[in-house]
């Protein structure tokens, strides 16, 4: 029995579209033009010429079909000369010529198709993230509803881990939320009676209610799906390298083949002057130089979407750059530990992870992490309880604690409010450790810098990129700080998504700008961009989604990798397109005085491909300047190395808490704090320092130009030693004294502040400069 399969209209235009027709029309060219050599070389000339003459016909029709494509979008590009070539060798009967000719123009547009391949800018990851539903609160009755049925001045009530359906306001306790889907800050942020809450952010504490102020529509989740297919939308495309230089190209071809046959009387002059004047140079050398730089860029992890996107990247002026996860780690991260008198940092940090293991909390994470980097030891927690925004509390090895937020009634002393006049200055957020019920000890954290973020701007610096600026959702001073070190050009903070675009729009007016983000409040600034980069590795899929350029590794300097190979590419492009086209035109003159016939002009033009071809592939090779090459055992070092300084931590903490023990009283529990200090730096860090420049530096020296690109950092290491000298001076004194003197408090505390802050700023120096190099 014979069965009859029906295919749905939209599921058969979906097959019909999947199939390209350039790789069809090359398959069919060099068929023709290959079947039509063998058939010549056989003597079968009649065989050939039909063979020759089918693959010119061919091509005539999509090229007529492009063109007249380009022609609707105001463009008059480079393939209006090919057209003009085929449509003369038919009418001379060059079909030889006509057949090279259509070959040239199916291999451009084939190149072309796989440099431009452009994935759709969708918003799958912003509407999956949409509320689906509210907690309509009417009396004691509480009922799901959809969102769009929320009006204002509905009750709502958000319980843990649920997006907030609409904007409104707190009206009920206090809420903790996780805002980073709108501002990209990691932490939480706490929002008190009456404060505004805004739609899409996640109820990162216990149940509370609010007071819905707009509707689903009108609210800010809604207004960011709509700016990103705004952005998306109004982004225009990229015109062709091939059609800008064949603005000028055009026309004199046009004009040199029809000087020739009004001269000389001869139509097979005009045409041989209409092949050597086919643009083939524009047509394969440009997309050959961008798809290797494709290629290029796809191994160093760093995925291009389509050929306008790195022509536009080879020319951008402009960077913008969001801060949370892009210029920092992204991810809350443990810089310090003060410990109350009677406890040391190791072991503050030590019962606060082991308390926090059991927590989801993004803090309790770095906590955790914190203390297995150096290596510490956990115990096993009992009776562990978490109040959503307050901390944890349960009992380690039989004590019972707490950690999270300081009761603001309980009185601080002295060195707790120094910790919090220090998390102040430094933009920190806090962890207190509570046993009993007396403070025992704090962690600091913050949102570090990354180590690769220096090197890559000075490198973008270096490709061409003559303005930075930084857009963030973040407060201004946080913003500032690293502005300052990174040497940005101008800081934006406080900025909603929309401010975002608009600062986007503005700086597109001046020049070629780029975008760099990774959370999805990024993604409408990303879609507005002449050329959006996510960062893919941890980043949002809506801001992968929306964006041109993705980087998949998490690593920023791969961002400058894109950038150098894009500017790489795009010379390699100009270059192999002018060198072609300078050789045309001198073929052009001679086949206008009749010293080329148009096949032997088409296989001339043959031999210019190649050599334009060739020049174009230099494109995939390594440029080694922008990075150094390290040998194995060199990045092996590097790795351990880095290890080391996050095992190192601890002795940077108990130098800084020594100077402030210092600073409280000189008694035995101050000496004894230095003491301390000066045998961890003997028996820990100075090691470490002195393998880093007799093992690390020497290997580094050949991958760095020399020895001198290290003699600052040998420099860093004499003074770490000088001033360990220094503290073991003053405590020889000590011991012959049987104490501190009054005259050596000064120097000693000096002597121990320096030799924090010398540490952390040689550590970070290492970190930016050397370990960074390491993949």
Known sequence: MNRVIVVPRKQLRRLLTAWSLEPVLLAVTATALTVGGISWLADARDLAELCWGLGTVVAVAPAVGWVLAALRRGQAGVDLIAVLALGGTLAVGEYLAGSLIALMLATGRTLEAAAQRRASHDLRALLEHSPRTARRRTGTDVRLVPPADVAVGDLLVVGPGEVVPVDGRVADGTAVLDESVLTGEPLTVERPLGQTVRSGVVNAGSAFEMRATATEQDSTYAEIVRLARQAGAESAPVVRLADRYAAWFLPLSVAAAGLAWLVSGSAVRAVAVLVVATPCPLLLAAPVAIVSGLSRASRVGVVIRDGGALESLGRARTLLLDKTGTLTSGRPHAFDVTAAPGWTPADVLRQAASLDQYSPHVLARAIVDAARERGLVLSVPKDVSEEPGRGATGTVEGRPMTIGRFDARTERPAWARAVDNRALLDGAAVAWLTVGDRPAGAVLLHDPLRHDAPRTLRRLRAAGIDRLVMLTG?????????????????????????????????????????????????????????????????????????????????????????????????????????????????AMVAAAFGLLPPAAGALLQEGIDVAVILNAL????????????????????????????????????????AADRLSDNSGPDALAAVGEAHRLLTERLLPHEDAEEHQLYPALAPALGGPEATATM??????????????????????TDEGLAPEQLDDLRASLYGLHTVLRLHFTQEEENYFSLAP
């Open 474 to 586: 973040d407060r201004p001073e946080p913003a500032r700080e690293i502005a300052a070190v990174l040497g940005l050009d101008e800081v934006r903070a406080e900025l909603a998504p929309a401010d975002k675009v608009a600062a986007v729009r503005a700086e597109r007016e001046r020049a070629i700008t780029v975008m760099v983000g990774d959370g999805v409040n990024d993604a409408p600034a990303l879609a507005a961009a002449d050329v959006g980069v996510a960062l893919g590795a941890h980043g949002s899929t809506a801001s992968s989604e929306a964006a041109d350029v993705v980087l998949t590794t998490d690593r920023v300097d791969r961002l400058a990798d894109a950038v150098g190979i894009a500017v790489r590419a795009r010379r390699i492009a100009v270059q192999s397109a002018l060198g072609g086209m300078l050789m045309s035109l001198a």
């Open 618 to 657: 230099r494109a995939l090779r390594v440029d080694h300047v922008t990075r150094p090459a390290l040998q194995p055992a060199t990045e092996a070092l590097l790795h351990r190395f880095a290890a080391e300084h996050d095992d190192l931590q601890d002795v940077l903490e108990a130098v800084r808490a």
């Open 714 to 735: 040998s420099r860093a290491h004499a003074e770490i030693h000088r001033l360990a000298r220094r503290i073991a001076t003053h405590l020889t004194l000590a011991d």
